[in-house]
């Protein structure tokens, strides 16, 4: 018995030693799975991250909008410089990097925001993608191909109904109306949740560079409203066309809209107070008149 109970611990023992030996093999296995499995699932993301944040300012292949055109982007600079660079733009022209300048001039003045999101392993998969899209004869993000047709008064007519929610946007998405105003297009003006439009065509630097942000808006208030219910290419037309013509006629002063709103208000004011007034007088005189009845038959 004793030799069987001695047999089996010095098993028990073995088994223990080899668990024990296996177990760094098994944890380095478990993280290269993971490591690999993360790479793969950002490598996997890079296309739908690009399109939801870069597009709207970059192509890839198909010129300059707000940003450069990204293609063949790692020649200009290396790769390390690049990871840095997305992660924070601002922080690498305020610490004077002579090419992080150069790109703010080049885009007037603008610098391109932090990107929730981009972290390194997030940034080498964007570069990966851009490499490999600067090497097909035309990229899936060379941007939006929107007509160079003249605009007709037509098409700004129709821009300002869809901008007025007047005529609905086919994807489902709100009308811009909603958020943003356009001076001189209404009477007291559009919303104030985002910037004033009237402009946007100058700062956006053309058709082009507004029919990108169009079609793929960045903007955290707006990225998650038109994902799936982006505004189609026919739309988007009408709009440019209702966004240069009021670029060219510089729109109205905004005291304007805020003055009629101000009378508007007062008038109103005025109106309830005479009709409170007027209530008052006729009810005032009718219960007077009940009381002098009421005392004249008791005199009598």
Known sequence: MKSRY???RRDTAGTKLILRARVPFVLAALLALLFCGS?????????????????????????RLTGPDLKDVTTRKDRAWFVQFLQSPKSMIDSGDPYAVKLQQEARGIVMPNIAGMSPQQAQA?????????KLPRSQFAGLQISDRPLTAQDVAKGKLIFLGEHSLSGGGPACISCHTVKGLTLLGGGRLGPDLTRVYERLQGRK??????????????????????????E????????EDSAKKGGQD???????FFLLGVGGMVLGLISLDALWKTRFRGVRRSMVHKNDRGER
């Open 254 to 260: 905004d005291t304007t809209s805020l003055l009629t």
């Open 236 to 243: 988007i037309l009408s709009l440019v066309a209702l966004f």
């Open 39 to 63: 790479t793969s699932t950002w490598a996997q993301d890079a296309p739908a991250f690009f399109k939801q944040n870069c597009t709207s300012c970059h192509t890839i292949g198909g010129g």
């Open 126 to 134: 964007i570069l990966d993608m851009i490499i490999a899209e600067s």
């Open 209 to 234: 560079g507004l029919a990108a942000w169009l079609s793929s808006p960045a903007s955290p208030t707006m990225s998650p409203v038109f994902k799936d219910h982006a505004i189609q290419p026919d």
């Open 6 to 8: 001695r047999q089996r």
